[in-house]
């Protein structure tokens, strides 16, 4: 297959907001790829993951393009696999060398879309949801047996050829301890009182303010990873060390790790993603956590879920089941919480959460079981005010005090469509000093387009913002517009994918009358 077919499909898909069509045309290339690459390239990202291409490398070649579509999308693949493979000693000229002889071999569409796909300008994690689907046309297969089988594969290109394969091919996916399952996601509720409501039998639990992680042990062997699925074991010496202790031979645990203080109660969120932030990077590098290293802040961790324990895999049993489990291994880890309470001890709940410093209460059906992908209604979060997960879509340069920093942040909503993020407002309220600083350096780092006045980026940040609520507004492409928008922190435990959708954000307009009168707040 040319290459160019890759690009081609790619440009259909950004030049349509129908979800339909982007799926046809997905579909159409999926059913005759020869290699899983293909799924790799249209959703953004090398097969290789990262390939030490930097964005300065690759927007400062200037190599004349190719009159012709020559090359396959096998081409590409070994290309990028060879300059992933490239280190050491004079390793910047060799990777120069093998960008040069590709983006040489490219034709002008070529280059942009590898341009954009070796600096993640392509990657949007919104654009994961049209390609199950786009997959599950191709193959002729329910939707439902590609997402379970994503779910347990944890890659795309993987589940694509899969279900070429057919149906049968996609239900020989199985939980492996020991390889990350994709997380289980949760909605907002309106309230307390219509979550129990709606779901019946339910457990209300405290919603820590912490990192999601999910621990996987098979005898002695522990293996941890973030909610993105990327392993962090050897930098979190004190975590493995806990979940090699737990009564157990194998387990899969699904949970959320936190600094705490010295009478138990948890670190502003800041702290926690400090010491989470700095795992990260020297995972990204190859380091392992030192006993030096453990004067920073030590994380403890609080289970939720237990998808496996001693040979036996939960994902389909009921959360009461699974609940059980849980207990019987992870004792005094498990997250407080109630199970089946009447209204008045829920809100009790709640209250000691909020007391306790924490978000609010997560409330889930007792009959739920452990799916992962889109944000169904089994499992629901309560938190006393609206906060939305946005993305960073660019930032204007400060005036006065502020003069020299990045300041006013242009904020956007995930399209669950695939196309990019819908801006939704602007906000530079809640910025201390250190995060203006923070955010200039970080967000400079990702710039795409600057100016005297506004730095745009690439649509990768994820920011938590705290707001009032939304209105009705022809001032941005989504029709709405955030009101009294307050930053609360930035999340660099969730990718762009992770971002809320323009979906989430039209649901906090205030609700009208049947007969058309006024809001209800």
């Known amino acids: 297959m040319l290459f160019s077919e890759v690009v081609e499909t790619s440009a259909a898909v950004a030049g349509t907001r129908s979800r339909l069509a982007k799926v046809d045309a997905l579909a159409g290339l999926v059913r005759r790829m020869e290699t899983p690459a293909v799924v790799s390239f249209l959703v953004g990202v090398p097969s290789q993951g990262r390939v030490g291409a930097g964005w300065r490398t690759v927007f400062d070649l200037a190599v004349p393009p190719a ?17 992933a493979a490239v280190g050491g000693k004079g390793s910047t000229a060799r990777r120069t060398a093998l960008l040069t002889d590709l983006f040489g071999r ?16 392509l990657r949007q994690g919104a654009l994961e949801g049209v390609m199950l689907d786009a997959i599950a046309r191709a193959a002729d297969v329910p939707g439902d047996v590609v997402r379970r089988a994503f779910m347990l594969s944890g890659k795309l290109p993987e589940t694509a050829l899969a279900a070429l394969d057919g149906a049968e091919a996609l239900a020989a996916f199985r939980l492996e301890v020991g390889r990350p399952v994709r997380p289980m996601l949760a909605s907002p ?19 820590l303010d912490g990192a999601r992680i999910q621990v996987h042990r098979s005898g002695d062997e522990v293996r941890i990873f973030t909610r993105t699925l990327r392993e962090i074991t050897a930098t979190v010496p004190e975590l493995v060390e806990l979940v090699r202790a737990l009564p157990c031979r194998s387990v899969v645990l699904d949970g959320e790790t936190l600094a705490l203080t010295d009478d138990g109660k948890p670190r502003p969120f800041q702290e926690t993603m400090s ?13 392992r956590t030192s006993p030096g290293d453990l004067r920073e802040l030590l994380l403890s961790p609080f289970f939720f879920d237990c998808l496996h324990l001693d040979g036996v895999d939960l994902l389909d049993e009921p959360l009461r089941a699974r609940l059980d489990a849980l207990r019987s291994v992870a004792g005094g880890h498990v997250i407080p919480g109630a199970v089946a309470p009447a209204e008045d001890e829920a809100a009790r709940v709640l209250d000691e959460a909020l007391a306790a410093g924490h978000e609010g209460v997560m409330v889930k059906s007792l009959e739920s079981v452990y799916a992962a992908g889109r944000r169904g209604r089994a499992w629901q979060k309560v938190k006393p005010v609206h906060t939305l997960d946005l993305v960073v879509l660019g930032v204007e340069w400060g005036s006065g005090r502020r003069k020299g920093l990045l300041s006013n942040l242009h904020l956007g909503a995930r399209d669950p469509d695939g196309g990019p993020p819908i801006m939704v407002g602007k906000t530079f309220k809640g910025l201390t000093d250190e995060l203006l600083a923070w955010q200039t350096r970080e967000l400079m780092a990702i710039a795409t387009e600057k100016s005297d006045w506004v730095v745009l980026v690439r649509p990768e940040m994820v920011i938590e913002i705290e707001l009032d609520g939304v209105q009705v507004s022809p001032r941005y492409p989504g029709g709405v517009a955030l009101r009294f928008a307050r930053v609360l922190r930035y999340r660099p435990d969730k990718d762009a994918g992770e971002a809320d959708t323009i979906d989430a954000v039209r649901a906090l307009l205030p609700k009208r009358s049947p007969a058309g009168g006024g809001g209800t707040g």
Not at 190 to 205: I, K, T
Not at 275 to 287: I, P, Q, T, V
């Open 106 to 121: 490219a034709t002008e569409a070529e280059q942009d879309f590898l341009r954009r796909l070796l600096t993640g300008e």
């Open 67 to 83: 009159a012709a579509p020559s090359l396959t999308v096998s081409d590409v693949d070994e290309a990028l696999g060879a300059l």
């Open 189 to 207: 509720a309106e309230s307390l009182p219509e979550a129990l409501a709606e779901l019946g039998a339910c457990v209300v639990e405290h919603k």
């Open 275 to 287: 010491r989470f932030g700095a795992l990260l990077d020297r995972a990204s590098a190859g380091r």
